[in-house]
C-alpha cells in the first residue's frame, strides 16, 4: 500500500515538476492586470514587423512577470518505449511570485503509475497535496509532501542545498523561462497566425543544451567541473537540445509554446497554453483533518520493520 502511494506522489512531484519548470515559458492568454487596451490584430501585425523577434518575447517576458497568474492547459507526450511513457494532461489555475498551484493531473499509458489515471494536485507554501482518490492512513484522501521537512529530516545539508535549488528551479516562472527562451541565437518570427482562436505572431527558436542550463539555480550552485560533469551526462542521454514553437497575440501575451526535446527513444514534446491572464489564483491546502504526512506515515512504517525484524 505505501509503495502504491509513494508511486502515485513521484508521478504528481514529477508532473509539477515539468509544469512550473520545464514548460515555465510554455504560456499563453488574453489578458493581465495593469496592461494597456487590448490592440487589434491589425495593428499587432505592424508592431510585430517593426520589431526584432528577440524585442517581440522581450515585452512577452514584462507582460508576463506582471500578469502573476493564469489558468494553464499542458499536454506533455512521451515515447512508449521510456519509462514512464504515454501522454498526462495538466489542466488549472497556476499562480507565481509565490508560486501556486491547483491542477488536475491526468495520465495514460505508462505513465499512469500505480493506476493513478487522474489526480489533483496542489501546490502551497512550498508544500505539495495529492489527492489520492482513496482513503489512507484511515479516513484521509489527501497526501502532503513537504520536501524541505523532509530533506532537514535526513540529516544531509548537501540534500538540503540540492533540494532547495531544485525548489528554485521549479518556481521559475513563465516570465523567467521566456527569458530563459531569449539565450538562444536563432528566434525567428515566420509571421502571423491563428492559435486557440486567437490571432498570434509565430515565433521559432532552439537551445542547446549549454544554453538550457542558463538561468538555472541548481546549475549555478554547482563548481565548474560539476556542471560539465552534468552537462556530459545529459549530452550521453542522447538530447541533443529543445526546439520551441511560440505564438504571441496581440497584447504581448504568449498564448501558445511547444517545445520538441529529440531523444535516442523517441520524441518528448510539450504543448501548453495559458489564458486569463491576472485572473486570481485563489489556492487552499486541504484540511489537516483529512490529511496524511507522508514524510510521517513513511518514518512510522520503517520503525515497524525494524522492529518486527528485532522480534
Given at each position: ?283 487552499q491546502a486541504p484540511p489537516p483533518a483529512d490529511t496524511a504526512d507522508l514524510l510521517q506515515m513513511f518514518k512510522e512504517l520503517g520503525t515497524k520493520i525494524k522492529q518486527q525484524r528485532a522480534a
Amino acid at each position: 500500500m505505501h509503495k502504491h502511494i509513494a508511486r502515485r506522489v513521484a508521478a504528481a512531484l514529477a508532473a509539477t515538476a515539468v509544469l512550473a519548470g520545464v514548460t515555465g515559458c510554455q504560456d499563453g492568454g488574453d489578458k493581465t492586470k495593469g496592461a494597456a487596451g487590448a490592440r487589434s490584430s491589425q495593428e499587432a501585425g505592424q508592431e510585430a514587423g517593426k520589431r526584432t523577434p528577440t524585442q517581440a518575447l522581450t515585452a512577452a517576458y514584462k507582460k508576463t512577470a506582471a500578469a502573476k497568474s493564469a489558468k494553464v492547459t499542458m499536454t506533455v507526450s512521451m515515447p512508449a518505449s521510456m519509462t514512464g511513457g504515454g501522454q498526462a494532461r495538466i489542466t488549472g489555475v497556476m499562480g507565481w511570485d509565490p508560486l501556486v498551484m491547483d491542477v488536475t493531473v491526468s495520465q495514460s499509458g505508462a505513465a499512469a503509475m500505480g493506476g493513478a489515471e487522474k489526480n489533483r494536485l496542489i501546490w502551497v507554501d512550498d508544500v505539495m497535496y495529492v489527492d489520492l482518490g482513496e482513503r489512507i492512513d484511515g479516513s484521509k484522501t489527501w497526501a502532503k509532501m513537504d520536501l524541505k521537512a523532509a530533506a532537514a529530516e535526513s540529516g544531509d545539508a548537501g540534500l538540503v542545498k540540492q533540494l532547495s535549488a531544485g525548489l528554485s528551479d521549479i518556481k521559475q516562472d513563465p516570465s523567467q523561462q521566456l527569458a530563459l527562451l531569449l539565450n538562444s541565437p536563432n528566434i525567428k518570427h515566420l509571421g502571423p497566425g491563428e492559435v486557440n482562436g486567437q490571432r498570434a505572431e509565430h515565433y521559432k527558436g532552439s537551445l542547446t543544451l549549454q544554453e538550457a542550463l542558463k538561468g538555472r539555480k541548481s546549475a549555478e550552485l554547482l563548481s565548474p567541473q560539476e556542471r560539465e560533469k552534468l552537462l556530459a551526462n545529459m549530452k550521453k542521454s542522447g538530447l541533443k537540445g529543445y526546439d520551441y514553437d511560440v505564438w504571441v497575440n496581440g497584447d504581448d501575451l504568449p498564448v501558445q509554446v511547444n517545445v520538441d526535446m529529440q531523444t535516442p527513444q523517441g520524441k518528448i514534446g510539450t504543448a501548453t497554453s495559458y489564458s486569463d491572464y491576472g485572473a486570481k489564483a485563489t489556492v487552499q491546502a486541504p484540511p489537516p483533518a483529512d490529511t496524511a504526512d507522508l514524510l510521517q506515515m513513511f518514518k512510522e512504517l520503517g520503525t515497524k520493520i525494524k522492529q518486527q525484524r528485532a522480534a
